[in-house]
């Protein structure tokens, strides 16, 4: 079965700096891959998406990933954060035939002045 | 049209009780999904609808879950005798295709008293 893991529950950052979250996949399929950000008491918003094509994908808000087909990974990337990018991340995956998306525990990103 | 709908955005309701959500999509979008999210916790599939027709549902609906989209348009998801264990968000997402990006509703959140 599939299934997307994001090792990291949080990830505490001076703003500024740059960050990386961490998502690998597990499919025996080809695979689509996304990142969502939810803010408190809100709904998921994506910031970006890999369907095919060029491995780096840009995204919304500065946001970039990689997907990295012999690592299965797609990590998230920002080379200088805002205290607005606090917020909750989370990796999700869609592949072989389904329509379902499967999702990440997610990761917390804390962004500290 | 701004967006995924859902209605209301709170909802608190005694064990037993029956409730009712409502999802309006993106009006060009033919698929809608349903997800629960519990606290620190990752999106789970719950159904799938294209146009009118449910073509996939999550071992965790169980049969007090029923979710309908009669026309092809808007959706409901109905909780029958609700439990504690029922308290959660409750979102739900568009989309225009496969493989396209789905965008998802601020959500309903349940709490069961």
């Known amino acids: 079965a599939q299934s997307v893991t994001q090792l990291d529950s949080q990830v505490p950052v001076f703003e500024e700096a740059p960050v990386e979250l961490r998502c690998n996949y597990s499919?025996?399929?080809?695979?689509?891959l996304f990142w969502y950000v939810q803010y408190p008491n809100q709904g998921l918003q994506l910031l970006l998406k890999y369907l095919s094509g060029s491995t780096l994908v840009k995204g919304i808000n500065g946001f970039e990933a990689e997907f990295n087909k012999s690592q299965t990974s797609f990590h998230l990337r920002k080379p200088s954060v805002h205290i607005s990018d606090t917020a909750e991340y989370f990796c999700a995956a869609r592949g072989g035939a389904t329509n379902k998306l499967i999702f990440g525990t997610g990761t917390l990103l804390a962004v500290q002045p | 049209d701004t967006g995924v709908s859902q209605d209301p955005r709170h909802k608190i309701t005694k064990r037993g009780q029956n409730v009712t959500f409502r999802c309006d999509p993106i009006s060009e979008h033919n698929r809608l999904y349903w997800y629960r999210q519990t606290l620190g916790q990752g999106p789970e599939f719950l159904t799938y609808f294209q146009n009118e027709a449910q073509l996939e549902k999550s071992r965790l609906l169980s049969d007090r879950f029923s979710a309908e989209r009669p026309k092809g348009s808007f959706s409901t998801l109905e909780i029958q005798r609700t439990e504690q264990g029922d308290s959660a968000m409750y979102l739900c997402?568009?989309?225009?295709?496969?493989?396209?990006?789905?965008?998802f509703g601020s959500g309903t959140r349940l709490t069961v008293v």
């Open positions: 997402a568009s989309s225009p295709g496969q493989g396209r990006g789905y965008t």
């Open positions: 499919s025996s399929v080809s695979v689509y």
